[in-house]
């Protein structure tokens, strides 16, 4: 079946660096790629989203990159912040289908 | 209440006991879902619904039983569990458009569920 691979699991950084997260998928028809963070204790919430008829998107200090043909898609944050210390899970939507997958999360620490 | 709620926010139950899950949603969507969160597999979808017609069983077992009476609640019946039960349960809702989710997921604060 589908599966989302996503690295790496943990991530430290000091803060003002910048962080990339990265996701591979398999099936060749998805054509959405959400990104949700996750703080301590919280509910995930969408960050970013991107789809396949775009190469890359951004809101300021996140932006988010598709490359279709190597069917990965990688997350940025530039300057990170403290405050974006938090479990970032990338999801891909099953081709034709209302589900998403998601990756296993990176856990993001950033220090001040 | 606003966004997505979920109650209980607790549960803790016996493996012979039978408890519900509760999720309701006040933004209007059609579409809504059950996760299951824990170490092992941290965002697992368990069932989908859209127009209260389930459209998603990701190969749950049968001591998890859904329902859903209309597009705003949702609940999760439970019967038998098993202590690898024991999780943070997850409902979400979206607004769908022709069944298929490309608009955000808005999340309910979680059930943590422990199954002694």
């Known amino acids: 079946g589908e599966n989302v691979e996503q690295h790496p699991s943990t991530l430290s950084v000091q803060e003002g660096d910048s962080a990339v997260i990265k996701c591979t998928y398999s099936d060749s028809a998805s054509n959405y790629f959400p990104w949700y963070k996750q703080e301590l204790g919280k509910r995930p919430q969408l960050i970013i989203d991107i789809r396949s008829n775009v190469g890359e998107k951004k809101d300021q200090r996140i932006a988010v990159t598709l490359n279709k043909t190597a069917k990965h898609f990688s997350l940025h944050i530039t300057e990170t912040q403290p405050e974006d210390s938090a479990v970032y899970f990338c999801?891909?939507?099953?081709?034709?289908?209302?589900?998403?997958?998601f990756g296993a999360g990176t856990r993001l620490a950033v220090h001040p | 209440e606003t966004g997505v709620t979920q109650t209980p926010r607790h549960l803790v139950m016996g493996m012979t006991n039978k408890k519900s899950l509760k999720c309701e949603q006040h933004l209007g969507h059609n579409a809504m879902y059950w996760y299951k969160q824990s170490a092992k597999k941290p965002l697992e979808l368990m069932f989908v619904y859209n127009f209260k017609e389930q459209t998603e069983n990701n190969s749950v077992p049968s001591r998890f039983s859904p329902e859903c009476p209309n597009s705003s609640h949702l609940f999760l019946h439970l019967h038998t569990l098993q202590p690898e039960d024991s999780a943070l349960y997850l409902c979400?809702?979206?607004?769908?458009?022709?069944?298929?989710?490309?608009?955000?997921?808005?999340f309910g604060p979680g059930t943590r569920l422990t199954v002694l």
């Open positions: 979400a809702s979206s607004q769908d458009f022709e069944r298929v989710s490309y608009n955000e997921q808005f």
């Open positions: 999801a891909d939507l099953q081709g034709g289908y209302n589900k998403l997958i």
